[in-house]
């Protein structure tokens, strides 16, 4: 009989709905029952695509003896942390407090009221690597809870004072002006650690490092350090090469678990493809390389093949396994490889380390040894292999609809979509836009977390709207449609509204002007990672640290300052300025944790530029202008173009002459409007934009 997870609409808890294990979901049912049988809460949290969550389920969830020591001993709760990034990020902290280590499954024992009070990550059925057995622990646990209570409550308490203190760390920290010399010691930092051979930084498992890459292609264009963006060509190129990447179907795998890119955790997280994506774009933007722009296109086309709902949002996951083998879709045996490829075999096995013994279990993961030149040159054939593996079975899919990761697509898209002049990325972002807005936004302007087959779900996180608005302003920046500023500013305010940080800036009147400075003291970084009418926990979570996508409170740092410029607003900017104020010295001493904090300070210290062009976006006049501000890797220039009604920047500007007209805008203060492109890009030119 299926349990209560069968209506339950995430499909890492359907994936589950079918276990002997008497499974709740999160909630006030499962909290009550504990606390009226007197049961500890086993807690275990874990997402679709994550291998050993299935593994562990197999062994232990799906195993009538081991279902029976639960259900007699616990209230056993089922979480999806990519819905519920609170409880994921509140339990991983006591996880990592405990074992100095974390990652999912998550397992964690809880008191009825919710106090963690000791737990781990994957437990085997049997005794393993020096650890015990899954059915051990539960046992222990289980006569702890009935003979040494007071014991593990005490437990419990010191890991929540220790998860607090995590929290509040920053509260008293030294606030700092912010200085270009923090970016210095940051790229010095990064420097250092990088891994000039393979590119990234670290050891195995190596993680690709999207905001860290980002960073480095700013600090390039602010001081033309060369080392700054030979560190991005030389990961993004090793990325590419490798397994990491897939080198059929496009798209980038979750990880490497070696050194060298070359055996990935096979996993497809839409986050990464969207950071990705991007960044590849940027550096193509940069150097010119055809390589960044093809691995760019690439990917964003896999996503509109195979994660794209017909309804316009992107899916969250694709899973690492099929068949009940990790990577077996994306592997090859050399002589399945000769049988579709027949006399091109050979050239393309010398090319991608194709071997009879192979790379991973026995077969080959793909990987393009040979020089760049091959990569075009075989297009017929990895397009026959592609079309071969079509008929494998796929890797199961994660259809849910996540408002943050959204977001971070939408952004890909969009600007991709300007890039390179391709009208179906236009399309896509402008629909999945819609859809967001549409079925994921709640009547009060407030978001949803997640949706699935027409229903919305949970309330939004801090994340969900940083990232939402920075796609928006992304898309607003393809279109100058209004609607997608307007929507921006809109979740901007409620964000600024209901995740505000109490002891966090002192608010500016919203009409507040720059020349009548109020007196400021207490600052934090400035945003929970709830709402003020979310479900009360043991702590409210305040994330600043980027972990797989960057943090809502770095994120926030910088969509206000974007958003400050259009909106002629500078309570934004000023929030943000506070924010990052207090972060100066995590920057400068732990730069790949805080590298999307570095970005938000590099756009700080660049002083942007805002242009405003006023004239009909379908004039000819008004497409000469603006093509002088798309030329090129601008991320400090912010532009608007349309007529006034609706936008701050365009408003009280007046054309020249009845032309189009600029105005190059600096800390709110306008030039004088030019009518010419080659003005306008004098006045760039001189500004150093």
């Known amino acids: 009989m299926a349990n209560r997870l069968a209506n339950e609409p995430s499909p890492y808890l359907l994936q589950h709905a079918d276990n002997p294990v008497d499974w709740y979901p999160w909630g006030e049912e499962a909290l009550q029952k504990a606390k009226a049988e007197d049961k500890p809460i086993f807690l275990s949290i874990g997402y679709s695509a994550c291998h050993w969550c299935h593994v562990m389920a197999h062994e232990s969830f799906e195993d009538e003896r081991t279902a029976a020591v639960m259900n007699a001993h616990f209230v056993n709760v089922k979480v999806d942390r990519e819905e519920r990034p609170d409880l994921d990020r509140i339990y991983m902290s006591a996880v990592q407090a405990l074992t100095g280590g974390g990652g999912w499954p998550m397992s964690m024992f809880l008191t009825p009221e919710g106090i963690p009070f000791y737990g781990g990550t994957y437990f085997p059925p049997t005794p393993r690597y020096g650890g015990p057995a899954f059915t051990d622990v539960l046992l222990v646990v289980a006569d702890a809870w009935q003979n040494r209570r007071q014991e593990l409550l005490e437990d419990g308490q010191q890991l929540v004072n220790a998860i607090e203190r995590q929290v509040t760390a920053l509260q008293s920290a030294k606030r700092e002006d912010v200085k270009r010399e923090t970016l210095d010691s940051a790229f010095e930092g990064i420097a250092r650690g990088f891994d000039h051979r393979y590119g990234g930084w670290g050891d195995a ?19 033309g350090d060369a080392e700054a963006l030979q560190m991005v060509t030389r990961t993004l190129d090793a990325m590419a090469r490798g397994g990491l990447y897939d080198q059929l179907g496009g798209g980038f795998h979750r990880y490497s678990v070696d050194n060298r890119w070359l055996v990935p955790h096979f996993e497809k997280m839409l986050y990464d493809n969207a950071q990705l994506a991007r960044v590849c774009l940027h550096a193509w933007q ?25 309804n316009g949002g992107f899916y969250a996951t694709q899973d690492a396994d099929s068949e009940g083998e990790e990577g077996r879709f994306f592997l090859w045996a050399t002589d399945d490889i000769r049988d579709i490829l027949g006399d091109e075999a050979d050239h393309f096995v010398e090319a991608y380390g194709v071997t009879d013994g192979g790379n991973f279990e026995g077969k080959n993961i793909l990987e393009l040894v040979g020089a760049l030149e091959e990569r075009e040159a075989l297009a017929e054939a990895r397009s026959k292999l592609f079309e071969a593996r079509k008929g494998r079975v796929h890797p199961g899919r994660d259809d849910k609809v996540l408002a943050s990761w959204n977001g971070l697509m939408l952004a890909a898209f969009a600007e991709a979509a300007r890039v390179l002049d391709r009208d179906d990325y236009r399309q896509v972002a402008e629909r999945n836009a819609a859809f967001l807005l549409d079925e994921l936004r709640t009547p009060n302007g407030r978001l949803h977390r997640t949706w699935k087959d027409g229903i919305a779900k949970g309330n939004g996180y801090l994340e969900d709207y940083t990232h939402l608005i920075e796609g928006l302003l992304e898309l607003y920046q393809t279109t100058f449609e209004p609607r997608w500023y307007l929507a921006a500013r809109e979740l901007a305010d409620a964000m600024i509204e209901h995740f505000i940080a109490p002891d966090g800036v002192r608010m500016l009147p919203k009409k507040h002007s720059p020349s009548k400075e109020t007196s400021n003291a207490g600052f934090f970084a400035g945003f929970y990672d709830t709402s003020d009418d979310h479900e009360a926990l043991i702590i409210r979570p305040r994330e600043l640290q980027d972990n797989a996508i960057p943090s809502g409170n770095g994120m926030a740092a910088l969509v206000l300052q974007r958003l400050a410029g259009l909106a002629v607003e500078p309570r934004y900017a000023k929030i943000a300025h506070h924010s990052l104020t207090t972060m100066q010295h995590l920057l400068a001493q732990y ?19 805002e242009v405003a062009i006023v004239g009909d976006i379908e004039r000819e006049d008004t497409q000469a202008l603006l093509g002088v501000c798309a030329n090129g890797y601008q991320p400090h220039r912010i532009v608007a173009v349309g007529n006034p009604e609706h936008v701050p920047l365009l408003q009280d500007r007046e054309p020249v002459d009845g032309k189009a007209t600029a105005y190059l805008c600096v800390d709110f203060t306008c030039r004088p409007p030019v009518a010419e492109p080659e003005l306008l890009r004098a006045l760039l030119e001189e500004a150093k934009v």
């Open 286 to 310: 940069v150097t010119g390389e055809p390589l960044h722009r093809t691995i760019a296109e690439e990917t964003l086309d896999y996503i509109v093949r195979e994660m794209l709902d017909p």
């Open 591 to 609: 730069p790949l944790g805080f590298a999307q904090w570095l970005a938000a300070l590099d756009y700080a210290l660049a002083r942007p530029r």
């Open 205 to 223: 498992p190596k993680f690709p490092q999207p905001m860290t890459l980002e960073f480095l292609l700013r600090y390039h264009h602010t001081t």
